[in-house]
């Protein structure tokens, strides 16, 4: 395992971004990327309205950031578009994942992950759109995947909702380029997120081998960096994409897969 340093917050303010009088809607903003961002993005300015599934964890962060908690299930469509969804960014960062191989994925499964991966950031980002036109101004970032430019074996709806999520990014970037407002991805490898520590207990005792073992031999065998992402890491990129220096970047992605998609 590799001895870099783990990022601290305090590491990752050097992005010029003054978000003061913003509004930053933030999902799966509970844990892992989602908190990192919420937090990342109140030390800048914003008013963060935190959504999550989880009401102790979102409020938790509301009260860190002083900004707001949002308790809502993003399966539950109706109750996205039922949202007062104005605000000035918008980060995408919720999901959830299953492995099997396809002939065996749950079909249930399937439309859940793609419920809320990506048929949910289209109803926010739809409902955040015209308030972002008529200001001249707007910033939507969704958090990507590696997965949604590479796919690997067993996560057909979570690389088909990634690769979704990337095509609806850049539409959302032509027709929002006259506006003011720019759409991009973040592309992340393995973060250390409760996500990608539940996958890793599970193909531990799924294959008899070690926590360390599925992190080196399997999670990061195909980076060429050999260290997990941390969410700091991430929201410091989404930091970058609102921040003035990054005012042409739209359309596109930026990986953070330590090499991954370099082979």
């Not at 994925?105 to 036109?133: C, K, N, Q, T, W």
């Not at 003011?180 to 005792?205: F, K």
């Amino acid at each position: 395992m590799s001895t870099t340093p783990i990022p601290t917050p305090a590491d990752h303010d050097h992005v010029r971004l003054d978000l003061a009088g913003r509004t930053a809607l933030v999902t799966g903003a509970g844990s892992g990327i989602g908190r990192a961002t919420a937090l990342r993005l109140a030390r800048a300015g914003a008013h963060v309205r935190a959504l999550d599934i989880s009401a102790d964890a979102v409020e938790e962060v509301a009260r860190t950031t002083g900004g707001t908690a949002e308790v809502v299930d993003l399966s539950d469509l109706d109750a996205v578009s039922a949202l007062d969804l104005r605000a000035d960014v918008v980060v995408n960062c919720a999901g959830i994942q299953h492995v099997a191989p396809v002939h065996e994925f749950p079909v249930d499964r399937f439309s859940l992950i793609l419920r809320i991966m990506l048929e949910a950031p289209f109803r926010i980002i739809r409902g955040a759109l015209p308030h972002m036109y008529a200001q001249g101004w707007g910033r939507v970032v969704n958090v990507s995947s590696v997965h949604g430019l590479r796919a690997s074996e067993f996560k057909a709806a979570y690389v088909a909702a990634k690769h979704g999520l990337e095509g609806l990014s850049k539409v959302v970037a032509l027709e929002g380029a006259g506006h003011g407002v720019t759409s991009t991805c973040v592309n992340p490898g393995y973060v250390r997120t409760p996500l990608v520590d539940q996958q890793i207990a599970d193909q531990a005792r799924e294959h008899g081998i070690s926590e360390s073992e599925v992190v080196d031999d399997v999670l990061l065998a195909s980076a060429a960096l050999k260290r997990m992402v941390e969410p700091e890491e991430i929201a410091d990129a989404v930091a970058f994409l609102c921040s003035p220096t990054a005012a042409t970047m739209t359309g596109t992605s930026l990986v953070l897969d330590g090499g991954w998609s370099a082979h």
